[in-house]
C-alpha cells in the first residue's frame, strides 16, 4: 500500500510537478508514497535513498533521476528484492520506464523556427550530466543538419533560471548575431527573459525564444514562452498504472514513450 519515489531536486519545476501527480494518482489508488530526494550538495547517492525507502518496506519505486541506461540497469540488478520503474532514462533503454521522446518536439521547434525564416541559431542546452539535456541537444543539432545549418554558438546550463541568465549573456558575448535560442528547459528560459530584457533586446523582434517542459508558469513568463510541451501530469499518472499493474502481473512490465509538442505563444516570431 506504499510506493516510493526517489526524485532529483524537488527545486526544479518539472520533477516537483511530477512528484505532484504521482502523489495524487497514487493516493487515488489507495497507495501512499515515500518520497526520498538526492541531495547532490552532498553527493547522496541513489542506491542510498532507494535503502531508505526498503528500509520503510517499500517494494515498488519511481525513480526520476537522470541514469545513463547501463546505470539504470545496474540498479536493477542489484535491487531485484524491488521493482523499479524509471522515468529520465533513454526511452529505449531496456530498463522499465515511462518517459518522452526527446525528438518530437525538438525537432518541431527548429522546423517552425526555420519556416518563420530564423537561419541564425544559439543553443542553450541543460547540463552536460543530463541524459535528456543530451538527447535533446542531439535532436536540435540533426535537425539543423538537416536544413545545413550549424548553431552559431551553444553553451550548457544547469536547468535554473540563473544559468540561463548567465548563460545567455555570455552566448551574446561569443556570438551577437544570431537572431533564435533554444533553450533546454522553461527555468533557464525565464532567466534568459529577464537577462534580454535588461540588455534591451527584444523578444521576439530581435531574438525568438523557445522553451522545454511547459511547466505551469510558462504561459505567465513575460512574453508568454512558446515551448515544447510534456504532459508531466500524464507522465505521473501512466508511471503509478504501470508499476501497479506490473507488481500485479510480472509480465505486464511494459514501458512507454509520451510525445512531447510544441506551443506556440508570445516568445517567438
Ligand atoms: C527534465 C526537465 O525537462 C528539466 O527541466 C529538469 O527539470 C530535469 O527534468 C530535472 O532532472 S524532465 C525529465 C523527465 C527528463
Redesign the pocket.
Known sequence: TTLGLVT?SLA????SQ?AAAVKRYANAADYQVLIAMIDENVNQSLQNCINELKSQRVDKVII?V?LESSDAEQIVQENDDILCLF??VDPYSAVFNV??NPADGTRASVKYLYEQGHREFALLA?PEE?V?ANLRLKSWLDTLESYRLKPVSFSHGN?DAQSGYNGVLQLLREAPEFSALLV????MALGVLSALHQRGVAVPGQISVIG??DTYESAFFHPALTTVS?DLDL?GKEAVARLLLASEQDEQRSSSILPAKLVVRSSTG
Open positions: 532529483t526544479l519545476h518539472a520533477p511530477v526520476n537522470p522515468l529520465d518517459s518522452f541543460g543530463s535528456s536547468w533546454g528547459n522553461d527555468q522545454y517542459d510534456l507522465q
